[in-house]
């Protein structure tokens, strides 16, 4: 079992940044891929971006490559989402996820992974 605690969301205008965190408990996070997903008031759950279960590998989606990048420090169990660049269209609640590995595969569909933070609210105004 593997809880997942995400923080770092808020309010930011157009063009600012936030850096979202996620804590995850256990001692075999090295095991478990991670990703970000967001969801936004009426729309489906969507891919951000994942990182391999030892950090050599991403994947992130095309509409947040280049603005946002994702980081792992397994001494602090723990996944980061540096967003940069954000816009009102970034608008959502942030989930971090887990998933358990033994490649270095970075998943990207809501079904592939095992486990789900509660998520962290970020607002970008115009």
């Known amino acids: 079992q593997v809880q997942l605690v995400e923080s770092g969301g808020g309010l930011v205008q157009t063009g600012g940044s936030l850096r979202l965190s996620c804590a995850a408990s256990g001692r075999t996070f090295s095991s478990y891929a991670m990703g970000w997903f967001r969801q936004a008031p009426g729309k489906d759950r969507e891919f951000v971006v994942a990182?391999?279960?030892?950090?050599?590998?991403?994947y992130y989606a095309d509409s947040v490559r280049g603005r946002f990048t994702i980081s792992r420090d397994s001494a602090k169990n723990t996944v980061y989402l540096q967003m940069n660049s954000l816009k009102p269209e970034d608008t959502a609640v942030y989930y971090c996820a887990a998933k358990r590995s033994v490649t270095t595969t970075t998943p990207r569909a809501v079904r592939e992974y095992d486990y789900w933070g509660r998520g962290t609210q970020v607002t970008v105004s115009s």
């Open positions: 990182i391999s279960r030892r950090g050599g590998n991403t």
